[in-house]
């Protein structure tokens, strides 16, 4: 079993959907959680951060359920440049903050 | 500031070629760490630093070996390059152990052939 899980998509949606990402963890012990987002043929970018009590940044809410190991991101009113693959991310603390990347969900958002 | 810069950007070898890749950050950050991406696979961890001088093995090191004798770079290599070795190579790096948040460079697509 992959230690971050993810449904790899695509999600098609037009522009101004709302579409959700689920994500789900295995070891219970993980400390820090993350979304990441990689443009084609790019590096990762640090997205948002996600907490206990849920966190919003604009447009993009993500939850965090400890309890069930699960993490989501609700992306509102989807933007023609929110097409990228979104990588969810959990951090261990191993001594060095390990980073367990999960493999993507990929977005496209059309006109 | 460049962030974190990587060279070079695109490498062909051949299987049995040595090589090395460069990963340089301006940031003064303590740990720097090297990924390879693959298709279907999430970033896997090769190697990390926590400091100048220090190195440590990740989840797939065989293969490679690395180097921190700069605090602002970190050196990977590949004595013999094989065809499992073909993937997208990213350098991070982050001010220190109590931070989470990695800051990675842009990426070396590597093929051997």
């Known amino acids: 079993r992959k230690e971050v899980e993810q449904d790899p998509g695509p999600f098609n949606v037009p522009e101004g959907a709302t579409v959700a990402f689920n994500c789900t963890y295995s070891?219970?012990?993980?400390?820090?959680f993350f979304w990441y987002r990689q443009d084609c043929r790019k590096e990762p970018k640090l997205l948002m951060s996600?907490?206990?009590s849920g966190n919003e940044d604009g447009r993009f809410t993500a939850q965090l359920n400890r309890a069930s190991q699960y993490i989501s991101l609700l992306i509102r009113d989807s933007k023609l440049s929110d097409s990228a693959t979104y990588l969810c991310?959990?951090?261990?603390?191993?001594?060095?903050?390990?980073?367990?990347f999960g493999t993507g969900t990929r977005l496209l958002v059309s006109p | 500031n460049a962030g974190v810069t990587q060279t070079p950007k695109f490498r062909v070898l051949k299987t049995g070629q040595s090589m090395t890749l460069l990963c340089a950050q301006d940031?003064?950050?303590?740990?720097m760490y090297w990924y390879r991406q693959d298709p279907g696979m999430g970033l896997r961890l090769i190697h990390y630093?926590?400091?100048?001088?220090?190195?440590a093995k990740g989840e797939v090191p065989d293969g490679y070996n690395v180097s921190r004798l700069k605090k602002q770079n970190f050196l990977l290599g590949l004595e013999s390059a094989a065809p499992s070795q073909t993937s997208v190579y990213f350098c991070?790096?982050?001010?220190?152990?109590?931070?989470?948040?990695?800051?990675f460079g842009p990426g070396t697509r590597l093929t051997v052939t």
């Open positions: 991310v959990v951090g261990l603390n191993t001594g060095f903050q390990k980073l367990v």
């Open positions: 991070a790096s982050k001010p220190g152990q109590e931070y989470y948040e990695q800051y």
């Open positions: 070891n219970s012990a993980s400390q820090s």
């Open positions: 630093s926590v400091g100048e001088g220090t190195t």
């Open positions: 996600v907490y206990s």
């Open positions: 940031m003064n950050h303590e740990y």
